[in-house]
């Protein structure tokens, strides 16, 4: 399994604009599909976006589609989503994930359980 570590989290006003990274230790990361996940409080986690092992498949949600984008930088073992046009609802943990038993383009992709490993986390918070 990876260990996933995130980071670039922080305190922004509506409409800036945040990277968040995933910085994966292991030798499999160029093998791994990796996603984004968030949580805000009360409620659950939520699906953001996930990317392919090459990078060729990219996969929203409808509510940051066009605002966020997944990379990822394999050589370097990290996983980024920009966040452009922050809005209060984007405020929430955000989560990095490791899915190694489907690198490739997977239908379920949304689903929180096809990731096996998982980051701590890393607090958005968007304020007016």
């Known amino acids: 399994q990876e260990q996933l570590v995130e980071s670039g989290g922080g305190l922004v006003q509506a409409g800036d604009s945040l990277r968040l990274s995933c910085k994966a230790s292991?030798?499999?990361?160029?093998?791994?599909?990796m996603a984004w996940f968030r949580q805000a409080p009360g409620k659950e986690r939520e699906f953001i976006a996930r990317?392919?092992?090459?990078?060729?498949?990219?996969n929203y949600a409808d509510a940051v589609k066009g605002r966020f984008s997944i990379s990822r930088d394999n050589a370097k073992n990290t996983v980024y989503l920009e966040m452009n046009n922050l809005k209060l609802e984007d405020t929430a943990v955000y989560y990095c994930?490791?899915?190694?038993?489907?690198?490739?383009?997977?239908?379920?992709?949304?689903?929180?359980?096809?990731?096996?490993?998982w980051g701590r986390g890393t607090q958005v918070t968007v304020s007016s």
């Open positions: 994930a490791a899915d190694s038993r489907r690198p490739y383009y997977s239908a379920d992709y949304y689903r929180s359980e096809l990731y096996d490993s």
């Open positions: 990317i392919t092992w090459s990078g060729s498949v990219t």
């Open positions: 292991g030798r499999t990361f160029v093998s791994v599909a």
